[in-house]
Nanobody, 115 residues
Framework: QVQLAESGGGLLQAGGSLRLSCAASGRLFSINVMGWYRQAPGKQRELVASITSSGNTNYADSVKGRFTISRDDAKNTAYLQMNSLKPEDTAVYYC?????????WGQGTQVTVSS
């Protein structure tokens, strides 16, 4: 089994920055893809950003230029640096990792951006 532990969420004003972390533990072999999703109230969960084991990244159009995903394979940790935050970024952010052929989710961390 693999466990994901997220941290870094919080409440802040628009224009601010926040860094989310997601540390994986358990039976880890190779983490192929690390990603961040978010779900706002009344909306479907959506992909925010992902990064492959080779470092290829993918971002939602709404966060391009503001968010940066990175990974530290030595620590089995994914990061999401969020800058220039907007009220519409308010959501629960979930970490997701693809380990071999199985997907794992974190418990989610709340990010609230006030105007």
């Amino acid at each position: 089994q693999v466990q994901l532990a997220e941290s870094g969420g919080g409440l802040l004003q628009a224009g601010g920055s926040l860094r989310l972390s997601c540390a994986a533990s358990g039976r880890l072999f190779s983490i192929n893809v690390m990603g961040w999703y978010r779900q706002a109230p009344g909306k479907q969960r959506e992909l925010v950003a992902s990064i492959t084991s080779s470092g290829n990244t993918n971002y939602a159009d709404s966060v391009k230029g503001r968010f940066t995903i990175s990974r530290d394979d030595a620590k089995n940790t994914a990061y999401l640096q969020m800058n220039s935050l907007k009220p519409e970024d308010t959501a629960v952010y979930y970490c997701n990792m693809l380990v071999l052929f199985s997907q794992y989710w974190g418990q989610g961390t709340q990010v609230t951006v006030s105007s």
